[in-house]
Each structure stands twice: as C-alpha cells, then as structure tokens.
C-alpha cells in the first residue's frame, strides 16, 4: 500500500517505438525511475495489440521488467494515456508522429533526427546548454500546441559535444577536426550484419558526419530569444563503424582561440559541474566528464559504462601539431548517446518545472 | 636439374628475425621469388642452431615453405653466406645489429624503425621517392663500407605517404590530419592480448604518432645530393588499435596549396604509374593505388588482398569543412606496410644494379 | 582467336540463386574453371533484369568477375540457355524450381536442403559415396524426365561425413556425436546480425541437428539399386555459432566396431585417394583430408582455405573415454562445404559422362 | 566511528597472487562484502613492496577500490596478518605456498588446480557437495596442522559439475559427453593472442579437458568418511576457445540410469535451492539454475551477468538420439568458475563454523 501510493505519485510516460533498440533501452533506463513510470508502450501497427513480452525482440542483457512484459502495445497515435512521451521512433516515421504527438499536448522527449535541426526545437545536452530550452515557449507559440518536442543530439555528437562545451565556454574554440569509431549497438537490431563487421572497419556511416558537423555548431550555439545562433567553428567529421558493441571512439584535434595547457582542460572537464549536477537530477552522472590519465585510455571495453555509461571519458590531451590539442573521447552511445539524454532531459524539464 | 640451374642464377638472401612476425612474413613472400632465394635465416641467441620448423612459431595461413623448414636457424652475426639480409629484427636489438651488417659489407633492407631518421640512409616508396636511393653512396662514404642500409617506413606511414606521395607532387600538400585504426597483426606475435582488443579500441599504439608524423615528411621530403631536406607541411597523427586481423584504415584531411577537386585527385592515383610499375618489378601492383567508388570502401576485410597486398586503397575522396579534401585510405600492414615493402625495395636496387 | 575457341569448348551453366551468397561463392569459383562457363545467372524477381553488376550486393574479397559482370539477371524460369545449371536457392523457394528444371530438361546440382533426401535423389561426396550417382536412372524413370537433381550434404554434414567415409568402410562406425562451432557465413548475408554475435555463442542453429543427423547416415548409406539404405549407426549433433567468418569447426567423438588406433585412423585419412583424386577433377583437392599433427590444429584463421578450401581438415585424433576416438574436423562451409561441393559433383557427372 | 566498529567485525582475509587475473576477481567481488575484508594482498618478489595500484595491470571494467589501491603488496609467504586467504595463483606456484600457508594454521581457499585431487582437500560446490567439507578434519589430521585447503574446481568443471549435481541425485547419471567454448578470460592476462583467436577457434586447451573428466567426478563422488569415493561415470570432454571475452558455454549429452523427461529436468533444476540459497550466503544465487526456455539461450553475451555471475545457466534441455538427454549450459567462467567459487566456498565454511 505505502508502495503503490509511491508509485501513484510517479509520473506516468509512454515510449513511442519501445520494441526497437533505443526502445528497449528505455525501458531498461527507466525500470526503477524515481521520477517516471512507464505506462504505455507503443510501436508500429505490426505489434500493436499484443503483450509487450511477446511483441519485442529483448536485446539487453537484463530481463523484460515485470511491469512492462504485459502492457499491450499500443500504436503510435496520439491517445497515450500519459502526457510525457519518450520517442525511439526510426527517423522514416518519427517526424509527423511526434508532431502529432506535440500538438496534441504531448511533451515529446526524442531521440531521433527529424526535428532536432528545426529552429524553434531544442537540441539540448543538460551540462551544455540547458538554456535552449528557453525555445518552448517559442516553439509552443509558432506551433499553437500546449505540447512540445525537445530533442537530444545523435550519439557520436554527443560526447563532442559535451567535451566541446566547456571548453568553447572557457578558451572559444575555432575549429574541430573528429574522427569516430562508432559500436554496431548505434546501428539498431538487426542492424550491422556480422560479415560486415568481424575483422573489419567500415569507413562510412550514411548521414552520420553532416549530423555531427552542424548539430555539434547547434548545441553550442547562443539562444537570442527566439532561435538559436549557430557556433560559429567549422567542424569536419569521418565517421567509421568497429567491431565493438557498445562505446563510440573519438578521434578529436581542436583549435582554440586563447591559449591554455592540457593541464589546465582536463582541470576544466574534470572538476567541471553542471545543471544535472547542481540539481542532483536521477541519471546525472556525478561528474559529466571522467577524465583519464592513463596513455591508452579510455576504452570502451572497460570504460563503457563508467558513471552508470551517463559520463563522457576524456583521454589523452596533448598538443596537436596543426591545431592546439588532441584528445580522446569515449561514451556509452546507446545511455548517454541516446535513451540516457531524453531521460536526463526529461528529468531537466521536471526539475524546472515544465512537465506541467 | 634444370631446375638447380635457375635457382643457382637466384640472388641468395637471408633474413634477419626470421622467426618473427615480420620474419615470417619475408619467408612467405619471397616463397617462389624470381630473384630471390633465401639461403639463411638468423634469429636471437634462444633458436640458434635449431632447424627453422621448429625454432618458429608459424603463424601465416600457408604452411612454411620446404626449402625452409630445414635450414638452420644461425645468430644474428655478419657471417651469413649471402651479400643481401632483409631485417625484421625488433627495435629493442636491430640498430647495432643491421650496422654490423652494413659495415661487413652487407646490403641491408629494413623494416625496423631503428635508422629510419638517419640523415645518411634511405628511407624509401619506390612509386614516391625511388630518388632518395641517391644517398646510399653518401652512407657508403660516410660509414666507410660496401655495405649499406636501406629502411621502408612503419607500416601506419606507408599508406599515408604513398597517397600523399603523387598529391604533393600535383598540388603541394600543406597540412594533413590522420586517424588510424590499425590492426592487431601490426603488433607482432603474441602482440595485443585478446583481452585488450576484443570489442575494444585501444587508443594509444607507443612511438606511432610521432614515427607517422616524421617518416612522412622525410619520405616526401627533398634529396639535395648529400641529405633529405624534410617536407614542410605538418602532419598530425592519432593512431587507435582496433579488432582487425590484417589492414590498417585511415581517415585523412588534407590542405592543398593548389586547387583541384576530388574527381582530379581520384584520375591522378588511378591512373599514376610509378617506377616499380615501369620497371615491372616483380612484387609490384599493377597499380599502385585502387581507387574505389563505393562510398563503404576501402574495408580491410575485403580488400586488403587486393593486388596481393601491395597497393595503396583509397576511397570516399570527398571535400573537407576545414581543409579541403577527406579521403579513407587502406592497405596491408604486414604486406605492403611491412616485408612486402622491404622486398619491393631491394627489387628496384637490383633493377638499378645497386645490389652488385 | 585461340582462346575463344578454347572457351567455345566449355560447357555453359546456369547459376540459380545467383546474387545471393552460395551464388556469388559459385560465381568466383567458377571463375576461370577449365570445362564450366557461366553464361546465365538467375535470381528473384526483384532482381530480374536487371545487369548481375548492379543486382548483386557482391561480397567477395576478389571483384566480380568481368564476364559476369554484365549479364542480365534472369528469373529462375527453365529458360536458360544452358544444360546445367548450379542452385544457391533459398530453402523456401528452391524446391519447385529445382523440380521444374530437372522436369524440363536440365541437370540441377543443388546445394539447397529441400531434395537431399528425396528417396531417388543422389546426397553426393565424390570421395565418399560416388557410386550413390547410380539414383539418377533410377529418378529419370521415376519423375519420367531427361533432366535431374542431385544435391549435395548441408555444410556441418560435409566434414563429418567426409571424415567418417573411410572411417567407416574400414572400422565400422557404430555411434557419432558431433558438436559444431559454425562460422557465420553459413547463415547468407545479412545472416547473423553482429549485435547477436560478437562476444557471443549461439548455441542454436534452426535445423540444423536434423540436417546432420540423417544426412551423415544417407551419405555413408548403401545404394541397394533402387534407393539408399541409410547407414544404420546413430548420429547425435548439437550446432553452435560463433564468431568466425569461414569455416566449421566440428569437435567429434566416435564408436567403432572394429579396433584400431588414433595412428592408423590418421595414416588412413592421410593416405586416401578418391574418386576425385584419380580423375584429378579439377577442384578435388590433392588430398581430401588434411591430417594435422599439431595439438591445437585445425584452426579456421589458419587452415579454411588449405588445399584451395576443398580438404577436410582432421586433428585431434585421440582416445575417447566413452566412445573409442576423439577427434577434430575443420572445413571451408562455403567452398567444400557448399558451392565447391556441387562443382566437383558436377566435375564427377562430367567424368563420368553424364552430363550428356 | 560507527563504520569503524562495523567494519572491524568483518574478517580479516588476504589475497595470494593479488595482482594476476583471478586476483583482481577476488578484489572486485570482495568490494563491499558482508563479512569479509581484504587487509593482506600478496604477490610474486617482482611486485612485493609496491603499492597494489602500481603493480596490478587493472583489467576490470569499475576501477581497483580505493581501500586496495594503497595496500602494499607483500611477498606469497605465511606471514599475512589475516586468517584466512584466497588464493589465485598460478599453477605452477601454488602447490607449496598453498601447503606452506595451510602448516602455518592459515585457511586457504584455493582457486588453483593443485591441490585439487589430494585425498584429503575438499573440492566444493556448495549447492552439491557440501558434506565434503567432512575431509577438513582429515586433512588437518593428516597433515598436522590447523589450517587447511579447500579448493572449488575448474572453470569449466563448474558449470558442468552445478548441472549434474541434483540431476545425479534424481535419476543416476551414467555417461556424459561435454564440448566446451571457452571465453578467452579464462587464460588469465595476457593470456590468448589476439591474432589466435580473432577469427578463431582453437580446438586444444592444455589439461583442460582432464581436469574435467576427473573433477566432476571428484564433485559428485561420495564422502565415506575418510576420502572420497569417485562416480563411477565416464566423462568424456572436448575444450575449444572461442572469441568470447566472459563465459563459458558447453554442450553436453547425458545419459542416465532412471527414466525422465525433458521437462522433469527443467523443472527439478529451476526449483533446486541448495545449501547456500537456504543459508542466505551472500555471495550465493537466489537459485543456483537459471532455466532458460528460449530455444537460442544462454548466450554468454547476455546471460552471464544473470543472477550476479553466480547462476548455471541451462538450455536447450532435449532428447539426445544416442544418450537420453542434450542440453546447453553457461556461466561466468571468471566468477561462478573462479574468485565467486572460492568466496562462497569460504562463506559455507564460515557459516558452519569452519572459520573459526
């Protein structure tokens, strides 16, 4: 009794694709949410009306929470019995969707391309620019719906982005060279074929660089009050696909506008904190950055899920020939490349009051 | 005895760490060599004096030749019955080594790092920098001996250097970014531990970054009769170890001082024809690059063999938001990145009667 | 002149299935064959039309060859111009096809499993049970047609019952388990999705235990002139995948009848020579089993492609302490274990004149 | 202060070879224990003296706790302040130590295959053996000392010796066949070359395969008082490395003297609560059999973490053509078969007042 009226406190959510990849991570994340309870599960018309237990492919390495194994999968229609919707949705549907969702009131936490480069959208990392979400009410207003989408970055952006975003703070950065070596898990289910992959690299992600170059410029743009001036460096992305399952790699070279020491950046990252910090939000990792004094780290064998996967890994500062510095980047890109950044923005969004 | 005959007229070689990694690499493509024939094999104090079958641990895919298997393994001391060695001796012991040879009168082709930098000994690609033999003369006069040293680059360089070799030639390279992902056979044997690379990146390979980022500039540098004057654009390397058996990749940005376009930069390595391929020396590719058009490719587990190992890959030619191409280049370590290059090297000494 | 005159001699095939993976394994090892010229490659609707280049998604480690690049993919109507014809065909359309061909005319060698055990269709493995050819009288009269099928073995079948033929004609085999450890290109392309793979074990194949189970003993079975009786010794098999690209690794133990030793097993296999070794059929390998002293050999890194992929390779050989031996089987699941197979099936219908 | 109290109730206990790969296990798994506190580490001369984070090579995946990081390593000599000490060390070390630490009155829980077969040391899976800890007063008896070795058996003995257990008991095993597919974590670090394995299987495990015929029998054997009776079963085994990093899969066919079904199995394992489950040991499982229904299951990638590493997994159970049964089993080679064996050995014995 004590544990249901805890429980009716929750906030009910629904996760719009939640038999895909990024679905069922979700669902994975959120099993045990302090904050958030999932009460729908939606997918495409195929699985619609059967037990989610039966419908899902489970691909991780924990069972079907109990609580979800029975919910009836419902289509991805806009009759959700919840307001906040986390959206896992492939990008070839996901954009009418969660419109529809938006304007019929649906706070929309999506994880997928389709609106995150739309002016009046935020592209938020928590850590990084948590004020874009000041382009709600904007986007409230173009839109005329009480709902809204906010999106979270593609999930090699996202540790670029991150380990960006201080740094740009302190010492503007001018130009960002960054090379991926990106897990099969970013690929979905079924996703990489094994002959593709074993033994190989594969020298092309499809759409993946132009991703990185402009969101990245997105993220650490400056709010003017009603839409979002882009950064201004230029950003050249190669983005490869390895044998790894979980954990992008990142190759970065950056020039700076004022002078520093790799010292001095990782004192910068390693004591950095930020708004999920300060506010103690649930999945906030306790540092955002995990800096790594070891040569040959990180690595996302034994890195991968560091700070509960939620943290980025730094490595290897050092001076770079050509541009200021080279360094290491290294994150769990299905948590905090994906599911794990709705959920913390979605736990930003509660903690400032705008889930209501 | 036909057959004995024509061997006879062979050029007898010996090999240097042939129980190595690299060691057995020279054995497996000298095998059926049309001017060469291995008659010695030499390795540390341990297998002296052992026959070859049993002193080495085999690890190439075909079985080790007969005419091998049988030869005594004899140390590393210049009493060889051979004028020419090809060394894969290990750094930690092949410096002092390879000079003793030189200076006993030996010609001495090596893939070890150790004489790379050597302002006196060739560092050579023969389709880039066959000139550059120019300063064996000057090592003979130097050192006072009929010997000499001939070094091929570290297998990460070569590729770089032998795309960059006809580029800087057409359009002066003025800055060149490099991330490799390297495989594990680049190591040696036992080499990487299946510990550290299975669904790993490893992103630190010790002494790499800064031999790619010299070796280039030597190799594509300027033989001024008596040294090489070093090419003057920097070159900023990051080099990853990642799970693949045999072919490294490399994502590279390149800035030109002459414009041109991808189109132009992919016609000239296609279509280039360097002097290994005039002098039809036996281990040389038919051509020396293989452009590819498909936007996945090169991957080294599909073409890493592709004309027997010895040709630069390249593909996904394509402009650059900073510099102004971003290209993938791919090739076989252990082949053309290692022995093969060594062999290639002595084939064009003996083309041009530097081997009498 | 010379050569097309040459060429005019050869038979023409037809590949079925042809843009799939067995297809494309046909393709490359047809490539150059002595009596057998491709002249027709055929495959789904979907594809039909279009040119086999642009059909096929080729995943080869060698390029399409230029010969075939440009044929017009057909469907897979009895409309080829050709008399013999090579099925890669998918299980669940192979069946009519395969009949519909044999009906009209054509001689069918199959590698799919749907008439493998049909009582008058041959399961051939030269070496082993050539005299089971003796059922394509026996079909013709029964499906009353000029053509014919004759299959052979799925590819875990391939190496135990290549292993046990001579085994059994000289000791009488009397039990049989067998545990596999399956390389994924058993499964086609895309086939095992690398999420499901990598660091993994799945220690299920579907039908796989069946396959082999019965058609080990149809293959070791005795031809009585009208149809097989099957070998009378039970089989147990248990099939697992695991992360390797080429080659089946079979772990074996066996009850024999009559005594004997692990050497005289191995001299056994090691001096056996086939029907495919007298005839020196063009792909028979120079023995069709390689027997392996090494304790920890065959491995499939190292051996899959020994013997041009076409031996069997044998290992292991020891003392069981339930059954009287241990051993260790290792093959190419492509090449002998699929597409060579039925070349060399066609190779020996050829010798022996019944390809007219 | 409060903690401090708490704390010191725990029992001192030591780690001998600290430093190697199942050291670290012992390390990461003792975090935080209930009742146990690592106060002693203890390695080879080379390391002795230094601080523990400087002389581990860390290979775990959350970093060394920072209670152990500062511990000085002292030498493998019995002057540990500590009682009771778990041992992982090499084989061809542990023999004495283990012996030399159990005459100075010490409690060795051993990890190591030395002792294993002596007539007098216990080798233990608590859920199936755990009346043979009746040998400890014979040993120490025997040997004249206070202390003594209790030992928990191979890793691939463990999953198979689990999965007998209660099937013995019921229905009377009477012959087992066993393959294994071994993750590379079992060979310690470094263990397995990456270029052996990438690609790989490697059919041959030195002594593995009879440590497993021998050990499992020791396990289910009978204590009668003085040593231990053998089953009377043969078990025959097969070992094989695959590309696995963690857990161990096997296939197996039992036969068995009571008639059974399929389902009787599954059912008698999934309700199986032993020793450990109804003592509430902490390290123990909360059923000591995962039963899996899933036709593909267990896979090591996604199951061996079940249950906290500490569960058999079983699959697949059906009928076999030659014995009765077939099934799959898994676990976590390097906890259930390694330091979580020792640690829940070390915790029945103190629940029965052995540590004392």
Same mark, same amino acid.
């Given at each position: 009794?004590?544990?249901?009226?805890a429980?009716?406190?929750?906030?009910?959510?629904?996760i719009?694709?939640?038999?895909?990849?990024?679905?069922?991570?979700?669902?994975?994340?959120?099993?045990?949410?302090p904050?958030?309870?999932?009460?729908?599960?939606?997918?495409s018309?195929?699985t619609s009306?059967k037990l989610?237990g039966? %419908?899902?492919?489970?691909?991780?390495?924990?069972?079907?929470?109990a609580?979800?194994? !029975?919910?009836?999968v419902?289509?991805?229609?806009?009759?959700?019995?919840c307001?906040v919707v986390?959206?896992?949705?492939?990008?070839?549907? %996901?954009?009418?969707i969660?419109?529809?969702f938006?304007?019929?009131?649906y706070?929309v936490?999506?994880?997928?391309?389709?609106h995150?480069?739309?002016e009046d959208?935020?592209?938020?990392?928590?850590?990084?620019?948590?004020?874009?979400?000041?382009l709600?009410?904007?986007?409230?207003?173009n839109?005329?719906?009480?709902?809204?989408?906010?999106? !979270?970055?593609?999930?090699?952006?996202?540790?670029?982005?991150?380990?960006l975003g201080?740094?740009?703070?302190?010492?503007k950065v001018?130009?960002?060279?960054?090379?991926?070596?990106?897990?099969?898990s970013g690929?979905?289910? *079924?996703?990489?074929?094994?002959?593709?992959?074993?033994?190989?690299?594969?020298?092309?992600?499809?759409g993946e660089?132009?991703?990185v170059e402009?969101e990245?410029?997105?993220?650490?743009?400056?709010?003017?009050?009603?839409?979002?001036?882009?950064?201004e460096?230029p950003?050249? %992305?190669?983005?490869?696909?390895v044998?790894?399952e979980?954990?992008?790699?990142e190759?970065v070279s950056?020039?700076l506008?004022?002078?520093?020491?790799?010292?001095?950046? %990782?004192?910068?990252?390693?004591n950095?904190i930020g708004?999920?910090?300060k506010l103690?939000?649930?999945?906030? *990792?306790?540092?955002?950055?995990?800096?790594?004094e070891?040569?040959?780290? *990180?690595?996302?064998?034994f890195?991968?899920?560091?700070?509960?996967?939620?943290a980025t890994?730094?490595?290897r500062?050092?001076?770079?020939?050509?541009?200021?510095f080279?360094?290491?980047?290294?994150g769990?890109?299905?948590?905090?490349?994906?599911?794990?950044?709705?959920?913390? !923005?979605?736990?930003?969004?509660?903690a400032?009051?705008?889930?209501?």
């Amino acid at each position: 009794m004590e544990n249901k009226k805890a429980m009716s406190v929750k906030i009910p959510v629904g996760i719009l694709g939640a038999t895909g990849a990024v679905g069922q991570k979700f669902i994975k994340l959120l099993e045990d949410h302090p904050w958030f309870e999932i009460t729908e599960v939606a997918a495409s018309e195929r699985t619609s009306g059967k037990l989610y237990g039966d %419908a899902a492919s489970w691909k991780q390495v924990t069972p079907i929470p109990a609580a979800i194994h !029975n919910l009836e999968v419902k289509p991805c229609t806009p009759e959700l019995k919840c307001r906040v919707v986390f959206s896992g949705l492939d990008a070839n549907v %996901a954009g009418p969707i969660e419109e529809d969702f938006a304007r019929a009131g649906y706070i929309v936490l999506s994880n997928s391309k389709n609106h995150r480069l739309d002016e009046d959208v935020p592209l938020v990392i928590p850590e990084v620019n948590p004020d874009h979400l000041g382009l709600i009410p904007v986007q409230r207003q173009n839109r005329q719906s009480k709902g809204y989408i906010v999106t !979270n970055s593609n999930c090699t952006t996202m540790f670029l982005a991150m380990a960006l975003g201080p740094i740009h703070k302190a010492f503007k950065v001018e130009k960002v060279f960054m090379v991926s070596m990106q897990a099969v898990s970013g690929a979905g289910y *079924p996703g990489v074929a094994s002959l593709d992959i074993l033994g190989n690299v594969i020298p092309y992600i499809g759409g993946e660089e132009e991703k990185v170059e402009i969101e990245t410029r997105k993220i650490l743009g400056t709010f003017n009050g009603k839409t979002i001036d882009l950064a201004e460096f230029p950003v050249s %992305a190669q983005c490869n696909r390895v044998a790894v399952e979980d954990g992008h790699t990142e190759s970065v070279s950056i020039k700076l506008a004022k002078k520093t020491t790799a010292a001095e950046i %990782a004192s910068l990252l390693e004591n950095y904190i930020g708004v999920p910090q300060k506010l103690r939000l649930p999945s906030a *990792p306790e540092k955002p950055y995990l800096v790594m004094e070891a040569q040959d780290r *990180p690595q996302p064998r034994f890195d991968v899920n560091r700070h509960k996967g939620m943290a980025t890994c730094v490595g290897r500062i050092r001076p770079c020939s050509i541009f200021d510095f080279k360094l290491t980047l290294m994150g769990h890109n299905t948590v905090r490349g994906a599911a794990g950044a709705s959920i913390l !923005n979605a736990e930003l969004l509660k903690a400032q009051g705008l889930l209501e």
